[in-house]
């Protein structure tokens, strides 16, 4: 390894993290427009800080907001409303202090590596022999030394994101910001780029003074960070702030470890289940298409999900099912979401279990399961509700896709409102509650809503 010295960030080593503020943000709100000129916010009076000597993870579920969160503390877009400070100066423009590091490693293929992480001394103007020293010297403390002529169709995945890595680490940023990082690579590189990465932070070789990351991934935020920002969805907020006192190296095996990892699934997967509780005729009430959307769920996953549980009692720890089942939370929440939307599950902290509707539709036969499904999907699936409903309406029963696509437009993009669409086709088909031809793009109305017998809740 070359002299790694010149490349030391400056802070103390016996430093308190966090106690110098290099990034500060109060009252981001961020509200983009869509195609029909209405607003759809994406973040709404976030506050957050970022201090030397700290890593901290940006927690959430896909659509929270958190890549557009740290897109605007990088000042590559601008917020609606609200402000970031960059040592103390209000930011107006790109954030000088921060370099990136995204999911899809962005390497211009026609460059070697060492042209690669020379891009941005380049385009800072920095004399080409110190540029191709400063380059090399990352090279080597990134791993890639004996690589600075390969191309990046030759490298692995996780070679090409140590180009990534070393690309951000040249122009020696105060802040590095990494956009989900590892979740393109296979579980083992990622395993083995993160524990280097902290390793370096830990040695005091690491030139940058505090890292942002945006994950999904629990256990990721919890084996990184020193601070844990949980955020909302629709539109993102800052759900909870947990600080991360566990030493490194972090121990999986630990008692502590689990409970935090228990404690962090908990909050994000967390439900008001005060609707629940109040019973069927309240819940009916409590959301519409648009604000209460369908989860990325299928039928056929929902019931895998359901059985396995009901396999092992009826109860499961979601942090152990997710290993167990190789997923990841962005894999796992939205079937959690379905269950719970359809009054199959109670999630209580980070554990799943059964309601007695739950139950009798993993245990049922075919057409008890179907009637089942159709009973709470027609009650508590806002979109199916509505179509249920519209077409119940008609004198033929039977409407077109526009109609239902219009209106969705009004909350999410085309493209969300085909995907909302598309769940609430594969809900009422096996619910035989509706069905869809593609080729006309028509619904039609199977049987009435009042058909269905109730089930338990």
Known sequence: MKDPRALRATRAPDATPGTVELLGAVGLTKVFTNPAGEPMPVLDGVDLS??????VALLGRSGSGKSTLLRILAGLVAPT???????????????PGVAMVFQTFALLPWLTVLANVELGLRARGTPPEERRQRALEVIDLIGLDGFEGAYPKELSGGMRQRVGFARAL???PDALFMDEPFSALDVLTAENLRGELLRLWDSGEFPTKAVLVVTHNIEEAVQLADRILVLSSNPGRIKAELPVELPRPRDRNTPAYGRLVDHVYGILTGRDEAAVAAGPAASRDAGTPLTQPLPDASVGGLAGLLEIVAAGGGRADLPQLAEKLSFEVDDLVPLLDAAVMLRFAHVHDADIELTE??????????????????????????????????????????????FFLDLLRRRFTPEEAHHQLEVAVDWGRYAELYDYDTDSGQLR???????????AD
């Open 50 to 55: 970022l201090g030397e000597g700290e890593i």
């Open 81 to 95: 409303s609200g402000e970031v400070r960059y040592r103390g100066r209000k930011l107006s423009g790109a954030n």
């Open 170 to 172: 040249v122009v020696r």
């Open 357 to 402: 509707a739950g139950r009798a539709f993993v245990l049922g036969d075919i057409d008890t399961a179907k009637t089942i499904f159709a009973d709470h999907a027609g009650r508590f699936a806002p979109l199916v509700r509505t179509i249920t409903a519209s077409l119940s309406a008609t004198d033929d029963g039977t409407l077109r896709d526009g």
């Open 445 to 455: 109305l199977e049987r009435s809503p009042a058909a269905a017998v109730p089930a």
